[in-house]
Each structure stands twice: as structure tokens, then as C-alpha cells.
């Protein structure tokens, strides 16, 4: 197999969070040649695809051999090669933000808030004002997740990573919201993944103009191509 990077370097902006993926000694490269890469991420993480043509992403979609997955794919119009090898499954189309620069980005402040690490006593606060799974969710708040907190010690929000890598998991209560929270959040969480030696990035599903806004405000450059999340039951 060919050196991954040199084929996801060639688009920085849409295999940011491949690029990222091979900064995990976990991460398998299943797949790397002229026409694609394909690799398996650690921890919760998912596959990820880029194809350059229809018959790369036949190729690797076969590769996958498990009954239940998930995979992030690109680009989108090779999609129905995948669906033909796998079946027809959920998707949830993204734009995929990512930042490339090494420099910190400002980190505004917020009169009455002060940002700080969450603990496991914050998981069932997340759980509900996210509305996912327990053992997510711990895996989250284990891996860094930062919360905003008001002068009586009440959170008003919160941001973290996903499985694969990915800033997320924002959110500011309604009763918080105009205020500058979630960009003093996301500055935050950006120039934490800096100093890890991370390649900051995040997914926005498609129509989602406030995230957009948000990504472009803070420096973050946005792929022209959308990458493809797919599932098929995911355990």
C-alpha cells in the first residue's frame, strides 16, 4: 500500500478527519492507492472512505465486513456504488470545517461564565440536554469535554469530541443563548486539539446555517465536497 497522506493531502479541507485519524497509532489503513484510501478509526470510530472513482468505492466498500457499521464517505455522487455493495442505509449528509493553521485562535470572554473541564458528575446533565446513550456520553466527558458556568456554578453549556475525532456535542441553554457562549466554547475546544497536536475539524449537517456561520466566524476553512455519515445499525 501507498502512504495515505499523499492522497488525502491532496484535499486537506475534505480528509481532515482522515488526516487526524492517522495521528492515532490505533487507526487501520485498510485500503491506499492512487485511487482512494480507506481506513478504520480507533476507539468508537467508524470507517472512512474517499474514492476517486466509482470502481475504488465498489472496491472498499467490500471491505467492510461487518453486518452493523458505520462510515464516513466521499464524495457524495459515489454513493450509490456504496449503496450497491451494502444495501440501502441511513445517511446524514455533512460539511466538513476544519482548521489548518497551527496558531491558537482568540479565545473571547464571556462576562458571568467560566469555562472549565466537566467531570463525571456532569454525565447525567449531558445525557439529557444531549439526549444520547449513557456509555457515550462517559466516553465523551472521559476524553475532555468543557462546560460553561454561570457565577452560581449551573452550567449553561457544553462542547466535546465524538468517537472518530470530531469537535461536537456543543450546546448552550436556551435561557444562555446571545451571549457568546458557543464560540468562546468552540475557541476553547479548537486550541485544546492545537496543543494535543490534534487537526481541529468538525461535521455540519447539511442546512445547518448557524453551525456554518459559527465555523467560519472562528477560522475554520469548509470542504466544497460534503463527506456522506452512513449507517446501518451501528453498535
Known sequence: MKDPKIYLERDFLLHADMLNALLD???ETLYSEEDGVMLKFGGHGPYAITAANAEAMTKM???????HFAAVVRPFKFLPEFFAVKGRCGTMPCYQASYRSK???PEPEVPGIEIRPLSEEHIPFVMKEYEDDEEYITFCVKNGMLGAFDENGNCAGFIGTHGEGSMGLLKVLPEYRRRGIGIALEARMLNKKLREGKIPHDHVVVGNE???A???KIGMGIADNMVTWV???WE
Open 25 to 27: 497509532e490505533k487507526t
Open 61 to 67: 466498500a467490500k471491505l467492510i465486513e461487518k453486518e
Open 103 to 105: 496558531e491558537p485562535v
Open 210 to 212: 448557524k453551525s456554518m
Open 214 to 216: 459559527l465555523q467560519r
Open 231 to 233: 449507517f446501518n445499525d
